[in-house]
């Protein structure tokens, strides 16, 4: 009895014990599990599906050669492009897409290739250069995409590769995501654009695809012009004259016979105390939140209203579009309420604040703010009201080719020229030709509001402005 008593007990007093049975079962058991266990892991490390998911054979698009490749390292493939259009590698991220490269439509298609690090379940699609309209293969029409699945693996964009001829497509993996969040109504002209498909049912967006369709004054109800007849030499001669904007020291530095001080000619005022020092570095700051990328020029229109973003080899500048939260920042907004207040414009025919960013050496050759023809369902932008954000040791300055008038860049300094006529605001006004100096010494930062004869806000919300960013 007494040695069953002791035998019982064991098990319990036995810490280290898993199991209830005697400890010397227990040490042959654990022997036994660990064994098999050793042998169980080491048939599946070194089992042939296992070695399969870290070695695969492949055959090499460049040369037919067989090899072998780890599926989980980084490797090299190739895209060529063999199509009549200049277009945009991107690669698929799940929602926009990421640029890559570019490439050039030209008769020599292995040289007009991009070599890209991927890796295996990676994939890239391809859109005409400055816009996100994609490519698609006539023969099933489909959207191009290359899914990489080797080494060395080349891709072709072929020479009958083209938008589709179907306009209502989503080009885009998130677009019916947006479209459940409510963004065809909070941003129907974006939407409609890229996510045609997905908005169709909720915007009959099949047919407002068609720009002529969806942008129209009247459709969009949008109020009449800012400025009338000699509406322009009121507003320049009250910022000249009346005592309620002497808080900003005004400088006339060209006025129409001179009659108001400065050259004869056109008008051209600065307000050199017009922004407190937290003014300005709240739009730089509201410039980095942004992200400041290389300065783009305006090119073609697709059938969409869609315009081609191309960069500029008259324009170096580094440039940030003010919205969402930059635009919210208190001293953006307050710079913003000073303008209205100072042209009786309203903000809906504001463009977003562009913050500018010029290092040594950076410049904008000669150029007009509007085009000689009024073809913007927005009007000519009227008005230039520019803003410098920082002082610059040497070059910066604004110069009017015409009119041979230098304005220094001064922080807090805003200048402010029309660019169309007081006789009639329709017509532009060809003086008005200026060009940001080469900065020689220093970085400058700058800012400015283009400000439309008619509501921007409405038709650039109805994507009728030819922007999409």
Known sequence: KKRQQKEKVKPQENKQSLFPMRTSHSKSMLYILSFLLITLVSISIFSPAVLAQVEQNYIDDEDGSVHSFDPSDQF?????????FRVD???DDGAYGSHM???????DPAANAITLNTEVGHAFFVTKHGMKERLFDPSTNAALKFEVRKPHQIFAIEEDAAPSADKCQDRFDVCARHARAGSCRSSPGW???HCCKSCDEELDASRLIDPKVRCDREALNMTGPAWGPGDLNRLFTSWATEDKFKKWEPVVLSSPGGSYGGKDGPWVVTFDNFMSDWETESLIKGGEMSGFDRSTDQGATNELGEQEKVVSTTRTSSNAWCNFECEALPGVTSVTNKIEDATNVPRTNYESFQILEYDRNQFYRSHHDTSDKEDSIAGHRI????????DVEEGGETYFDQLDIAVKPKKGRALIWPSVQDGDPATWDARMYHQAKDVVKGKKYAANHWIHQYD???????GCTGSFS
């Open 76 to 84: 090299q493939i190739r895209i060529m492009n063999k199509s009549r």
């Open 89 to 91: 590698v991107h690669w």
């Open 101 to 107: 490269g570019i490439l050039e439509a030209t008769n």
């Open 191 to 193: 939407m409609i654009v």
């Open 383 to 390: 008005m230039t009201f520019f803003l410098y954000l920082s």
């Open 456 to 462: 921007y806000i409405t038709p650039n919300q109805w």
